[in-house]
């Protein structure tokens, strides 16, 4: 097999087959992909299906913690288990710029797989397109999931109650910080990871002992204040947050520090946002920390009804300020 | 709202909101995706279901027949419907280059919507993403599709027999060389128009008449001779098919003329192959006659058994030559 990614492997013939032949079914392998019809059939168990997309840009393609495929099935995934679905199918598009190694391609298809198989979902369907060199940055990946929700599972971000306890999975910001780092090529003694993970794991966990969650959310980008800014307005309430439980790990703390940013904007890929009745807002902690993705998580604020729509921070020191939408980006391309 | 899309769009905050307010609800506007979760929430009716996906990367995003948004939304949706299923969903994902106008991206996201309705479809969850300018050409497209097969249908690239009969559904090569001539910004007195369109509706009324279709097949890049070869393969059998019975306009014979293109290798985007017993060939023809993107149908050939996996070609003059997949590309980027 030629060792670069020509025009012709995504040109419908020969090369296209012998590629998929050689990189993506190997890697992928599984009972519905390898009859190679151009829609998988699945059979889904009862219940509401859910369907949800996410392509991926992030440069580089490899930083500490995971790389575009990696992400490209956790990210899915996670959008699907934060409905409270059950994420069982993905599909796998990839735009490749003409000269890729057809290696990198081979170690980012056989990634998928690994989370894929984690997260417990198989990737059924896919396809490959190539651009000539200069149209594209290497590769692009997008990934559509399917997944199934119990009937008497209903999260919508227009959920939350004067009240209510938010809580985090764990620590902020950590992705952003990786990929930032890995862009620049800067290298730590001790290298922030990126927390790309399917959650769908300790959702379940969580979804068990707490079955009336109201919302959960992953603040990927925008970050925390964003995702949190989305619920406030979706819902019509206010959420409090406190800097001091705000887990933030020292070094991307610094990190923050030293590049000018703030870790309430920083996309996290393995970390969730969970808003319960107070009354439960132990119980659900406990579940999340029982998890090996969940050691960290922390309750973080309250819902209150002063200012529909607005999202407040109480600072170390006890001053209070509004936690806007994120305006610009702080960083592109980093899922 | 600024005229251009900027890094930010993409960045998860602010603009990125405004930007799916302002273009993307209004253009593909359902309850589903108005509910703006994370995911889409969708009842499906009875049978298997069927989930596909294709990237689309087409150069230029506008020609003759249709746009990227088109040819994303009819060939997901084509892909769903030569399974035997009935589309209903769609997801879209949508990588931008920084810099694309607006009005390009509106004008776009209405196509898709125009596609959609011809359909019966809807678009209920996407994403965009935005890279630095020269890191995409303008706008690549993702869309996934969700379709539900009745129990009773069974179609498959396996299942053609010997003695059956091959139909295609019109004029082939009328995609390509449009996208071709488009490209090269050669206008000719009565353009080719791409044949892109939704083919479910027409394969509904196929089916209607002729249930028990063995094969579909849309024969996208690659053409005719790449999609045959793939059935030969996987049924195992010889494909014979005659020159004289295949339709293709005089416009487009000139073009291959001129251009050095062979017709058999030319992508099509709104033709099927259809396989059916011999007996129900002439069934098959007459429902696809009376659809009007099925008009120019024809019987193009049969399917014998003396060399399992390879397609023929009886000339017009009586000779016979071996009809092989496409090995190179004709031309990259055409859909």
Redesign the interface.
Same mark, same amino acid.
């Given at each position: 097999m030629d060792d670069k990614i020509l *025009? /012709?492997h #995504? @040109? #419908?013939?020969? *090369?296209?087959?012998q590629l998929i032949n050689e990189v993506f079914l190997p890697a992928f392998d599984n009972s519905v992909l390898n009859? &190679?019809?151009?829609?998988?059939?699945?059979? *889904?168990p009862p219940g509401?299906?859910?369907?949800?997309?996410?392509?991926? +840009?992030v440069n580089p393609l490899f930083f500490p913690g995971g790389d575009i495929g990696r992400l490209a099935v956790c990210g899915t995934v996670n959008?699907?288990a +934060? !409905?409270g679905?059950k994420p069982l199918?993905l @599909? /796998? #598009?990839?735009?490749i710029e003409e000269g890729l190694p057809v290696g990198i391609l081979r170690d980012i298809a056989f990634s998928m797989k690994k989370a894929a198989d984690e997260a417990g979902v198989l990737i +059924?369907? !896919?396809?490959t397109?190539? +651009?000539?060199k200069?149209?594209?940055?290497q590769l692009?990946i997008?990934t559509? #999931?399917?997944?199934v929700?119990p009937d008497q599972i209903s999260i919508?971000?227009s959920s939350a109650q004067p009240g209510d306890a938010v809580l985090v999975s764990g620590y902020i910001g950590d992705h952003e910080i990786a990929v930032m780092l890995a862009r620049e090529g800067i290298q730590l003694k001790s290298p922030i990871k990126s927390d790309a993970v399917p959650l769908n794991g300790m959702i379940q966990v969580l979804l068990s002992a707490v079955p009336d969650v109201r919302i959960m959310?992953?603040p990927?980008? !925008?970050?925390l204040a964003?995702t949190l800014n989305e619920l406030a307005q @979706?819902s019509q309430v206010t959420i409090k947050i406190f800097e001091k439980d705000l887990p933030v790990k020292d070094e991307v703390a610094s990190a923050c520090e030293i590049f000018g940013f703030d870790p309430l904007y920083l996309?996290n890929e393995g970390k969730v946002i969970v808003i319960v009745p107070q009354r439960q807002a132990k119980t659900a902690l406990q579940a999340l920390q029982t998890h090996h993705y969940g050691q960290q998580a922390a309750i973080i604020g309250e819902v209150t009804k002063d200012q529909p729509g607005k999202v407040y921070l109480e600072t170390k020191i006890g001053g209070m300020r509004i936690v806007d &939408? &994120?305006? !610009?980006?702080?960083l592109?391309?980093i899922c």
């Open positions: *025009l /012709a #995504g @040109s #419908g013939g020969k *090369l296209q087959q009859r &190679m019809e151009d829609q998988a059939s699945l059979v *889904l509401r299906a859910a369907f949800t997309t996410d392509s991926y +840009v959008d699907l +934060v !409905g679905s199918y @599909s /796998a #598009g990839f735009i +059924v369907t !896919g396809d397109k190539v +651009v000539e200069g149209h594209a940055d692009f997008n559509a #999931g399917i997944g929700t919508r971000a959310r992953d990927t980008r !925008g970050g964003t @979706s996309a &939408m &994120m305006a !610009g980006g702080q592109p391309r």
